[in-house]
C-alpha cells in the first residue's frame, strides 16, 4: 500500500522490523540498565508486510516460526515493511504475547502472565502488576532500538542481515 492509503510510520515499522530482526539473531535484548534484566523477543505466528514502494501491496504471513521463513525476507528485501506483528516476551517466568500495530503505534490484544493466585483481588492486582511491567517493557523496548538505531553500525547489520 502507498504511504497516503496506508500511513506508513516509518518509526513503527521500523521498530517492527528491528523486533523481527532480534528475534531472528539472539532474540535477547538487555535491560539490565533500566533494573529488568535480559529479555527474550520473539515475532510468533503472524506478521503483516505492506509495501512502502508505490505498489499496492499487502501480505500476511502465518507460521510457527516466523523467524526461520526466507519469505519474510525476502519481502523486505523488496521494500516490504512489517506495519503488525504478533510478539512474545519472556522475561524470567513472566510471559506476554500481543499484537503491535505500526500505524498508529499500539499494542492490542495482550494475553499476561498466569499468576496461579486463586483469590480475586489478588489475581487482579497481579494482573495489573503484569500489565504495567509489559509497558515499561517495550518502553524500554523501544529507547533501546533508538539509541541502536542512532549507531554508525545499525544499517550496516541489517544488510548483513538480509544479505543485501
Known sequence: MTKEKQGIGYLGTEFLL??????????TVSLNNLGIGEITVSVEDTI?????????????????????????????KIGR??????????????????QIKAV????TAVKLP???????????SARLLSMTKL???VKALFNTFLLE????????????FLGV
Open 149 to 160: 538505531r542512532d549507531t554508525t553500525d545499525f544499517i550496516n547489520e541489517f544488510k548483513d
Open 104 to 107: 498508529p503505534f499500539k499494542v
Open 81 to 98: 515493511l512489517p506495519v503488525e506483528s504478533k510478539v512474545k516476551i519472556t522475561s524470567g517466568d513472566l510471559q506476554w504475547l500481543f
Open 18 to 27: 528491528w523486533l523481527y530482526y532480534k528475534s531472528c539473531t539472539d532474540n
Open 114 to 124: 498466569f499468576s496461579g493466585e486463586k483469590d480475586e483481588d489478588t489475581v487482579i
Open 48 to 76: 503483516t508486510l505492506s509495501s512502502v514502494t508505490g505498489e499496492d501491496y499487502t501480505e500476511t504471513i502465518k507460521a510457527m516460526s516466523i523467524s526461520g521463513l526466507d519469505s519474510v525476507r525476502n519481502s523486505i
Open 135 to 137: 509497558e515499561l517493557i
